[in-house]
């Protein structure tokens, strides 16, 4: 089952395209068997066209399974996905060429130059920017005549980046790609990214473990957990919904919070709520601060709550 | 506006300074939890306000700062909506945002009411450290004197 947390229509003043336009990816009631273990247990998901969508989720709860169900590469064993209005196992050919994959290891072929592998991958798609690909490589420092097995972690997430970029894909599906990067090289590939995007309509998914980078990237976020959808929502809106309260009364009334987190301060209690986020408008006097949290924080938060109720 | 005198603006604005991302030196706090856009609103609004922006500077452009500080571009969209909500800076549309001159009071009555309300901070703050109006208003006026002979000396 589904929480689905989208925000009111009040507060939808600025109202984005990304709510007009149909979704880039929308799957409903997805369940994936392998043998006996259900690694998707009914997974929705909607992935707003133009938005920078971030899939967060413990090891294990079925992110990967969801990428790979998204990109064809799987088949569901119930339930439906749609991909920029195609179906990902059925139209898979015609999919492909509108979208671009950048997994954590890109297999490649060792051997060859940066240069051969750009030709090779180029010659698979109908329609390639060599405009691109070249203007990459160059703001990318990517040495075109080094061979593959000699290139940097980071210099392969770039040329990975490149490849999926070139052929002007719609939609970009980013799996764990900066994992094991060191910062620099996460924060080179993370703005290239962002330049790569700007104004261009594109939709973005990205999964990954490293969520301050999301929480500077994304505007929305899905949190998956045990092959289900716990929320999905407009990272702002979340961040309006849970706080943390530091409270001085444990009999505190909190009137449509619900409580997630309880951690000690000295004599107050610290409390991780959820709620609508007008219920912060109005606290009682025992709440003394009302504290502003990261994403991390926050997917810590319910995540560990969920897995305290079950 | 007269059209002579929409003319000459846009003159002033292209004599001003364009900043870069790096004049600004924003630095992002990733750990406190306080929103990413409201963190670029205060640390430009306080330049604005201490004169490190002038009036008429142009801020970076939406897509230099989003590369820069590796920020999703709508968080800075946002931050430049909200500090044009605030008046601190005005989008000139084809032409960037820019700096707005931080507004001071322009009557007496203002100036009067501007005073007043950081006096009674004062007063304020004082009462909850326990020291009378009285001793506060001694106070006061040995500052003045001292501003006073430091004039007289300079």
């Known amino acids: 089952m589904t929480k689905e947390l989208l925000p009111n229509s009040a507060e939808c003043e600025d109202s984005k395209a990304e709510l007009v336009l149909p979704p880039a990816i929308k799957v409903d009631g997805l369940t994936k068997q392998f043998g006996r273990t259900r690694a998707l247990n009914g997974v929705d998901l909607l992935v707003p066209t133009g938005s920078i969508y971030a899939l967060l989720g413990r090891n294990a709860a079925g992110k990967s399974t969801l990428m790979q169900s998204v990109l064809g590469l799987l088949e569901p064993t119930s339930g439906s996905i749609s991909v920029l209005g195609l179906n990902p196992m ?36 109908p329609v390639w920017s060599k405009a691109i690909q070249d203007d990459l490589v160059q703001r990318l420092r990517l040495p075109l005549s080094q061979k593959i097995r000699t290139l940097s972690r980071g210099q392969r997430a770039l040329l990975t980046l490149v490849l999926a970029m070139a052929h002007e894909p719609e939609l970009v599906l980013l799996d764990e790609c900066t994992s094991g990067m060191d910062a620099l090289a996460r924060e080179d590939f993370d703005r290239s990214v962002i330049q790569l995007l700007q104004n261009s309509g594109r939709t973005v998914l990205f999964a990954s473990h490293q969520i301050h980078e999301l929480d500077r990237l994304c505007d929305w976020v899905g949190i998956i957990h045990q092959g289900r959808t716990l929320l999905q929502a407009r990272v702002d809106d979340l961040k309006s919904q849970v706080k943390t309260l530091q409270v001085n009364d444990e009999q505190a009334e909190l009137p449509g919070l619900t409580v997630l987190k309880r951690q000690t301060l000295g004599r107050d209690l610290l409390l991780t709520v959820r709620g609508d986020s007008s219920r912060y408008d109005w606290l009682p006097q025992s709440v003394v601060d009302v504290i502003d949290l990261r994403l991390e924080q926050i997917f810590v938060a319910i995540v560990g709550h969920e897995e305290e109720r079950s | 506006m007269h059209p002579a005198l929409d003319n000459l603006s846009v003159l002033v604005y292209y004599i001003t300074n364009t900043l870069d991302t790096g004049d600004l030196l924003l630095r992002l706090d990733e750990e406190s939890g306080v929103p990413f856009y409201l963190q670029v609103v205060k640390q430009v609004q306080r330049m604005i306000a201490s004169g490190a922006i002038a009036p008429g500077d142009q801020l970076p452009t939406v897509r230099d700062m989003a590369s820069d500080l590796v920020l999703n571009p709508n968080t800075i969209a946002k931050a430049y909506q909200e500090l044009e909500h605030r008046g601190v800076v ?50 006061l006026k040995e500052l003045i004197e001292e501003r006073n002979d430091q004039r007289i000396v300079a």
């Not at chain 2, 100036?111 to 001793?135: C, F, H, T």
């Open chain 2, 90 to 139: 005005e989008t000139r549309r084809g032409l960037g945002t820019f700096a707005r001159a931080p507004k001071t009071p322009v009557n007496d009555a203002d100036r009067k009411a501007a005073i007043s309300k950081l006096l009674n901070e004062v007063l304020l703050q004082a009462q909850e450290m326990g020291i009378e109006p009285d001793d506060v208003n001694a106070l």
């Open chain 1, 90 to 125: 059925r139209d898979g050919l015609a999919l492909r060429r509108r979208l671009g994959y950048i997994p954590e290891h890109m297999p490649m072929y060792e051997w060859m130059t940066i240069a051969e592998t750009l030709r090779f991958v180029a010659a698979q798609y």
